[in-house]
């Protein structure tokens, strides 16, 4: 799915190993887009909120969008 918008799943990780602080969630989760245009035909895309109707019923998300640094 993420293929369709030029996004990249860059890492999941069910069990993050917190080294400081606190962690609100288990699974986490970075998808790599080449611009907010991407990411965003993705997020309201159709396709994507059909399925996060579902994952709204099954789980809680923190979702959050962070600016990368040029490269």
Known sequence: MFE???GEVIAVEDN???LEGN????RTVVIK????SELRK???S???????ERRK?????NI????GMDE
């Not at 962690?23 to 288990?26: H, I, K, L, R, T």
């Not at 887009?33 to 907010?36: L, Q």
């Open 33 to 36: 887009f080449p611009d907010d």
């Open 23 to 26: 962690w609100p969630a288990g």
């Open 57 to 61: 019923e099954a789980s809680i998300a």
């Open 64 to 67: 959050a969008i962070i600016t």
């Open 42 to 44: 993705w997020y309201d």
């Open 16 to 18: 993050p190993r917190i």
């Open 46 to 52: 159709d396709e994507y909120q059909t399925l996060a």
């Open 4 to 6: 369709n918008y030029n």
